[in-house]
């Protein structure tokens, strides 16, 4: 049997391992469009921020020895660009221009997501870049080498743009945020988000929500930045407005997609067809809250799924339960952290949502370096199901997330969370977590 792997990232590299345990004999061909597998793409804006780290440091595992260790066919340079479901083959072209076309007899499409660069004058710009492959990471490592970036302008206020706000501030970079909606993360509740807001304030670093980019222009010192009733003067523009799945090889198949364009997949993430697979950021999954199919691009989701894939098509069947949107990331000295559904989602979903904002010491009042934790919660009313959670604190958040989280893997109440047994020490915590304060305070509002 040959197993045929389209991107040879988290998802596609997982899934060729995998195989490869199950079965020593498969044949395993991992077409890759880029010269680069198995990188860690959540740690560029880390990277990009120490002038002296290498850009390969996040490099987990060399072409070499998946070839070598692991017998898998992995070929470099080999853009997919096109499945025939009928014939069972994958066709494309070399980075040198030579046409090939391979037979399969199971296929993963494991191709990724995109940066969403919006259709204005001047995106396509020296200068102006997006984040998510490890060449964007060296493209925008090699423009901060040169020394005269003084000033940037990130479009967009999710994940990567914070993320790269504070990398380019490490750098000596005067940091300008853009984004065309009056909220600053639209999913998160306000006096969260007004925590995350101080903290970019208290940092230099300008934010302009409602301000829509209109065009870019070259200039003698950089780049102009021309907004709806403003304009910037930036070296360097980073689109981080969010991402696409790559999903176009799926659709031209005639494979079944999701609402956002993602590609359509079962809980053994098979899709339309039977005898392909997609998996990672190009492909959806259910929400373990509201059951619901969803689009959640996030990297352990990504080498779960792989792997899932891996045991499937080796003949060990796997139902992946879902994800609960779980995630965490840092902005300046905040952790920001959200699990399940908003307040909005949840209505979406169905439920009749109450929720409950409290602010508590991240520690015992008494031990030094003690802050404040904001916690969000979120259940349903008639039910009393913990529906969510968000967090926003400079110590203790990240890891506090993965109760809750759990608890919604779990499908428990509020009133079942109050009651668990979580870790007491002074230094990580007061006797009542924030989160089950959080919690009990909810429960008086669901009562």
Request: net charge negative; glycine share 10%; hydrophobic share 45%.
């Amino acid at each position: 049997m040959t197993f045929v792997i389209i991107g040879g990232d988290a998802a596609g590299m997982s899934a060729a391992s995998r195989a490869r345990r199950n079965s020593p004999d498969l044949e395993i061909i991992v077409l890759e469009k880029t010269e680069d597998v198995s990188y860690s793409a959540c740690g560029m804006p880390y990277n990009l921020a120490d002038p002296d780290r290498d850009i390969n440091e996040l490099v987990v595992r060399q072409a070499s020895v998946f070839r070598q260790k692991q017998n898998i066919d992995l070929r470099l340079g080999h853009c997919a660009e096109a499945v025939d479901p009928a014939k069972k083959t994958v066709s494309g072209r070399k980075a040198g221009g030579e046409a090939f076309e391979i037979p399969y007899d199971q296929l993963l499409i494991a191709t990724g997501a995109a940066p969403v660069i919006p259709p204005i004058s001047g995106a396509d710009l020296p200068g102006v870049v997006g984040l998510k492959t490890l060449d964007d990471g060296r493209r925008i490592k090699g423009i901060l080498a040169r020394g005269d970036i003084r000033s940037a302008v990130i479009v967009g206020m999710g994940y990567i743009g914070l993320e790269m706000a504070e990398a380019f501030s490490e750098r000596g970079v005067r940091v300008h945020l853009v984004k065309p909606r009056p909220e600053l993360l639209p999913w998160m509740h306000e006096k969260l988000s007004a925590v995350v807001l101080e903290e970019l304030q208290r940092n230099q670093a300008g934010v302009h929500a409602g301000q829509e980019v209109r065009e870019i222009r070259q200039t003698p010192d950089g780049l102009k930045v021309v907004c709806s009733d403003m304009e910037l003067d930036p070296q360097i523009v980073l689109f981080a407005v969010g991402v696409r799945a790559n999903s176009e090889i799926a659709r031209d198949a005639g494979l079944n997609l999701g609402p956002h364009g993602e590609i359509a997949v079962d809980r053994s993430l098979r899709t339309s067809d039977p005898d392909i697979f997609a998996a990672g950021d190009c492909a959806d999954a259910y929400h373990v809250v509201s059951g619901q199919k969803v689009w959640v691009p996030l990297a352990l989701r990504a080498n779960r799924a792989g792997r899932a894939v891996g045991d499937v098509v080796t003949g060990k069947p796997v139902e992946l339960q879902g994800v609960a949107g779980t995630a965490v990331f840092k902005v300046f000295d905040l952790e920001i952290a959200r699990t399940g559904l908003s307040v909005k989602e949840a209505a979406s979903a169905g439920f009749d949502p109450v929720d409950q904002v409290i602010f508590a010491s991240n520690r015992a009042h008494s031990h030094p370096g003690a802050s404040r934790v904001g916690v969000h919660i979120v259940g349903d009313r008639a039910s009393g199901r913990l529906l969510g959670m968000q967090m926003v604190g400079k110590d203790g958040v990240a890891h506090r997330i993965d109760a809750p989280a759990v608890a919604l893997h779990a499908g428990m109440s509020v009133a079942d969370f109050l009651e668990c047994d979580l870790a007491y020490a002074p230094p990580f915590g007061p006797t009542w977590d924030p989160m089950l304060v959080a919690a009990e305070q909810l429960i008086k509002k669901l009562k």
